[in-house]
């Protein structure tokens, strides 16, 4: 890849942008709880895979700017001296390094189903070690939330938010949070609807009172969840229906600076994140691409003229049809200017219909190459995929497992994403100096110094450069 000076300034620029994006979610990146069991319950062998095969991407040119990318931005150097107890380099030691944790946020989206599944622990065990972050798919959304005057409205999806959100806490899962607001008429809170059908109420009023309650729900919702970052507008480019309502008031705008302002009495404030479909995902249909992009754009551009803080910007990142990698990161590169973190929220290859089916080799294709080009752009920093669990009814066949917990293609070719592309595994020997070098993922990591009954174990972190020295008793054993 040919060194450009915008290159170089991307690589300095990357740097300086994402270390508050790092000191945000460093906290969940703790010891606390990283998933290492003694006996690998579900040890990776792609030969058991019901799906067939798993798709290698070739070395064609995207696939090779994309890997120098991915090893410029992706990976930091760990250096390792092994040391006795008198300081004394030691020599021809055997070393393993093994990643436990991305810092980079792969996550999956729940429904209920992850708890009710009649295979739940086994699910568990594959979020567990494959991925590293979550969110709820419906339970935090404004028409879910209880409220005292509708006491018959559906919010089921709330309290099972409310059980997930045990679970993640007890295994250290950072979660985001989707969404604050949602401006589509059939989005929009039971109380936020009987506002705008009273016909005793000007469109001001009605504009007037239903921002009033959308904020009430916004201040609720960033004090009841703990999340590292929130959709604070959902799909503004067809939701509008408030700020319709309100033609010399920007309520996108006013939202964000409301939830800027709630943050600000938080113990772990949260980032704040603009969410559209159809962007980077943006499939020819009924429209086109540059129409989608004008609209995001302008809207990120407003909260930024209005100098109301924005954090990161969300692409859905859900694929109806087939769209070529080169593509997909041009999109991306066009929201460069903004110099803000990118988000996948979606993530799904969900065909548009199902005379539109994708075989199971496109499924693991577009798996493949949509994870591998978002993981290389170096403003990306997390992609969830949005059903992690089909329903007991197998109506959702696009999510990552079925409700028995059988894996689906995308699950297939996810894991060995995980195993084999993103993953640091690697044996060394020490130097005379007693030193080991590797380019490794940025992550938390396992390290195992000597081997069988002299085995010794540490914990290292590789955000930047990394130099650890480690003390080496083979007589003793070390706990983690």
């Not at 003694?38 to 019901?50: A, G, K, L, R, W």
């Not at 409220?147 to 409310?162: D, I, R």
């Not at 938080?266 to 159809?278: G, I």
Request: hydrophobic content about 35%; some cysteine.
């Amino acid at each position: 890849m040919k060194i450009t000076p915008y290159l170089l300034f991307v690589v300095f620029l990357s740097g300086f942008l994402f270390a508050h994006q790092w000191d945000n979610i460093e906290r969940h990146l703790s010891d606390e709880f990283v998933w290492d069991p003694e006996v690998d319950p579900i040890p990776y062998n792609p030969e058991t895979n019901i799906h067939g095969d798993n798709y290698e991407i070739p070395q064609v040119p995207w696939k090779i700017e994309a890997d120098e990318r991915i090893n410029t931005y992706r990976k930091a150097g760990l250096s390792l001296t092994i040391v006795d107890t008198d300081g004394d380099a030691l020599e021809g030691i055997p070393v393993r390094v093994e990643l436990l944790k991305h810092s980079f946020h792969w996550g999956g989206v729940m429904g209920r189903e992850f708890l009710t599944s009649p295979a739940t622990a086994k699910l568990q065990d594959y979020f567990l070690k494959y991925f590293n972050s979550s969110g709820s798919e419906n339970g935090l959304k404004p028409k879910q939330r209880p409220l005292e005057a509708y006491p018959t409205q559906n919010t089921a999806a709330y309290y099972t938010a409310v059980e997930q959100f045990e679970w993640f806490r007890a295994h250290d899962i950072p979660t985001r949070g989707h969404a604050l607001s949602w401006e589509g008429e059939n989005f929009i809170a039971r109380d936020l609807q009987d506002v705008y059908q009273d016909s005793a109420l000007s469109d001001f009023q009605k504009g007037e009172k239903m921002l009033e309650l959308q904020f009430e729900h916004l201040v609720h919702s960033m004090n009841a969840w703990d999340v590292f970052c929130w959709d604070v507008v959902n799909e503004p480019r067809v939701n509008h229906l408030i700020n319709d309502l309100l033609p010399d008031v920007n309520t996108f705008v006013e939202t964000f600076r409301k939830a800027a302002e709630t943050r600000e009495g938080l113990c772990n404030p949260p980032m704040l994140f603009y969410n559209e479909n159809q962007v980077a995902s943006f499939v020819h249909y009924w429209n086109n691409y540059d129409d989608y992009k004008d609209v995001y754009k302008g809207r990120i551009q407003e909260i930024i003229d209005a100098d109301v803080p924005i954090d990161g910007i969300g692409f859905q990142y859900r694929f109806r049809r087939y769209v070529d990698p080169e593509t997909v990161y041009q999109r991306l590169r066009d929201y460069e200017e903004f110099n803000l973190p990118f988000q996948a929220t979606e993530f799904e290859v969900k065909p548009m219909n199902d005379a539109e089916s994708f075989s199971v080799y496109e499924r693991k294709k577009m798996t493949a190459e949509l994870l591998t080009i978002f993981f290389s752009h170096p403003n990306s920093t997390g992609l969830w995929h949005w059903t992690f669990v089909d329903r007991a009814s197998g109506s959702h066949p696009w999510a990552l497992f079925s409700y028995t917990g059988e894996l689906r293609p995308e699950a297939e070719q996810w894991i060995k994403m995980m195993e084999e592309d993103f993953n640091t595994d690697e044996v060394l020997t020490t130097s005379a100096d007693g030193k080991i070098h590797l380019r490794a993922f940025k992550g938390i990591y396992k390290v195992t110094v000597g081997e069988g009954a002299q085995a010794q174990t540490y914990r290292s972190h590789v955000q930047d450069e990394t130099h650890q020295r480690l003390i080496y008793q083979p007589s003793e054993s070390e706990a983690l």
